[in-house]
């Protein structure tokens, strides 16, 4: 055959979760992170199906959702923490919602960091271990 690859798709890029999170880089990231654990099996076979489908490129994430069966499954995977939040008090889902607005400010700031990891020094400026500035006399 070649060198024909009988699998065209190439992994999906992030600008798809952040289609589906409002452009919002920190959600875009859990977003992928969910699909990767259900990618693994986390969820049963059809959502394991269904994201290694979109983490492959094989499939939308907007595509896939519309799928009985996968719609099926994640109702069904679902329906025990539906009944634990309905069995929950105002309190216990308000420290529920903090710790989630915890871990998207927390997916945030490591976002915000590593952007400035990667951002190039300004001409001029001096960083720590550059080197200008020393001298042997």
Do not use: C
Request: hydrophobic share 30%; glycine share 8%; net charge negative.
């Amino acid at each position: 055959m070649g060198s024909t690859s009988n699998h065209p798709h190439k992994p999906v890029d992030d600008s798809e979760f952040l289609e589906m999170t409002q452009h919002d880089p920190a959600q875009a990231k859990i977003l992928r992170r969910s699909l990767e654990h259900l990618a693994s099996g986390l969820g049963g076979d059809a959502l394991k199906e269904m994201a290694q489908g979109v983490l492959s490129g094989r499939t939308g994430l907007r595509d896939a959702a519309s799928v009985s069966a996968y719609a099926e499954q994640a109702v069904e995977q679902s329906a025990p923490l539906a009944e634990k939040w309905a069995s929950m008090s105002d309190s216990e889902r308000d420290a529920l919602a903090a710790e989630g607005e915890h871990l998207l400010t927390k997916e945030q700031q490591q976002l915000d960091d590593e952007r400035r990891a990667d951002t190039p020094n300004r001409p001029g400026e001096k960083t720590r271990h550059d080197g200008r500035g020393w001298s042997l006399y």
